[in-house]
């Protein structure tokens, strides 16, 4: 059973009503985060107005909370707190509170700690109906541990909540509960959320609807870093939704492209048991994943970079779509782009794939880039010139200008490869 959290933080209690009823038009279960208030008193009157199960949680600041909080405090709180259909409390007060209405919970803000297990079984061996553990996730692979705590919780018949927070851990949130998690969590709005990492309940039904992801279903990805900018979950999960097939296209975000392709990936090493079946690969990886590859299409290894993996028969098949994909558009603009000067901006995957399907068309290519020593490598391998992009004072001689950089995306989105005084009398710019 899927089971979608909505936490509600707010420092009064008129607010924390109005986005407590909100809440519940996404929710399955609301918490209702107390620490969040500047003040408890009144607190139960957003009970009334919440018509789905609710979770309370005091937490204190060490364990992610909002307010400063002593043991001594917290304990007189729960002594009196009002019965609902949950509370989450910390570890520490376990003895106090071993009641069937329990959530224990363990927060670890600074990654995965080394002994996680342990932490779990202590938590485990406790009277509390469910255990939570969150850690932070700084890479893809630090899912594994908790992939593998929800594994261990199913055999042994154990109510868990297993999160690695942070964008590194958005998979724990969209596939944990079709693997024995027992809710996960999803924001009310984007700017609300009340851990890293944690997008909307909204998303998480609509884009990847989470309700019908089970064992089965298909998993593909976008493995690059940054990801959570990009529009390819959306473009993806709603083409499978219109083809009427069981997948779901997630955000990868992948620091060490080799540990992720041998712990997560490739069939023979992997570390988990999921139906992972494709992989779209964007910068920084494009070229660092070939030799993980089993088998490279004769143009991707020609452009020198992938962006397609496809999973068969335990092999790791690589392809590039980029070339054919960049070109395209470009035939709507030119008759023919034999003989077109082209600037390509950037030395990276997307820059060799724009350089090989120019120079396939017959183009005369010049690469601008920032690092130069990336740009003479490309440069020698296409033989094309090559000019320092901090030289460029403009482009006015060139029939098309190509930013093949991340610079206007994501993290980057306020800075550019070429001003508009730079471009002035160039006749395309991609």
């Not at 009823?21 to 008193?41: I, P």
Request: hydrophobic residues 45%; aromatic residues 6%; glycine residues 6%.
């Amino acid at each position: 059973m899927t089971r979608v959290c909505v936490p509600v933080c707010e420092k009064t209690i008129d607010a924390l009503e109005t986005a407590a009823v909100r809440a519940s038009e996404w929710a399955d279960v609301v918490e209702l985060r107390l620490d969040c208030l500047d003040s408890l008193e009144g607190f139960e009157r957003a009970l009334n107005r919440v018509s789905r199960p609710v979770i309370l949680t005091l937490r204190p600041s060490e364990q992610g909370g909002h307010r400063q909080l002593d043991q001594q405090a917290r304990k007189a709180f729960w002594k009196t707190a009002l019965r609902t259909e949950w509370w989450d409390i910390e570890w520490d007060l376990t003895v106090e509170t071993d009641l069937s209405n329990i959530i224990i919970s363990h927060h670890d803000f600074a990654g995965v700690p080394n002994d996680l297990t342990r932490i779990y079984e202590r938590l485990a061996a406790t009277r509390a109906r469910v255990v939570k553990i969150a850690v932070q996730a700084n890479d893809i692979v630090d899912c594994v541990p908790v992939f593998q705590l929800l594994d261990r919780a199913r055999g042994e018949g154990r109510d868990l909540i297993a999160i690695a927070m942070g964008n590194a851990g958005l998979a724990t949130r969209v596939l944990g509960p079709s693997r024995g998690a027992f809710l996960t969590y999803g924001a009310l709005e984007e700017e609300s959320a009340t851990a890293p990492g944690q997008i909307t309940a909204q998303k998480l039904r609509s884009v990847y609807r989470i309700d019908n992801v089970d064992r089965d279903t298909m998993i593909c990805g976008l493995v690059g870093l940054p990801v959570m900018h990009s529009v390819s979950p959306h473009i993806h999960n709603a083409a499978f939704l219109n083809a009427g097939i069981n997948g779901v296209y997630l955000p990868l975000e992948v620091r060490d492209v080799a540990t992720f392709v041998k712990r997560m990936v490739h069939p023979r090493t992997r570390e988990l048991d999921w139906n992972l079946r494709g992989l779209s690969v964007t910068a920084p990886h494009k070229s660092a994943v070939l030799e993980h590859l089993d088998w490279i299409a004769p143009d991707a290894e020609e452009i020198g970079a992938v962006n397609t993996i496809v999973i068969e028969d335990d092999k790791l098949r690589g392809c590039n779509t980029d070339a054919a994909g960049f070109i395209e558009p470009l035939s709507k603009v030119f008759d023919s782009l034999n003989g077109v000067r082209a600037a390509v901006i950037g030395a990276g995957g997307a820059a060799r794939a724009a350089t090989w399907a120019l120079l396939k068309h017959n183009s005369t290519v010049t690469l601008f880039a920032r690092d130069d020593t990336k740009a003479r490598v490309l440069g020698q391998q296409f033989d094309v010139s090559c000019e320092s992009l901090s030289s460029a004072s403009s482009f006015a001689n060139y029939d098309l200008v190509i930013n093949a950089t991340p610079l206007g995306s994501g993290e980057l989105f306020d800075q550019t490869a070429a001003t508009a005084e730079q471009l002035h009398g160039a006749r395309c710019v991609y």
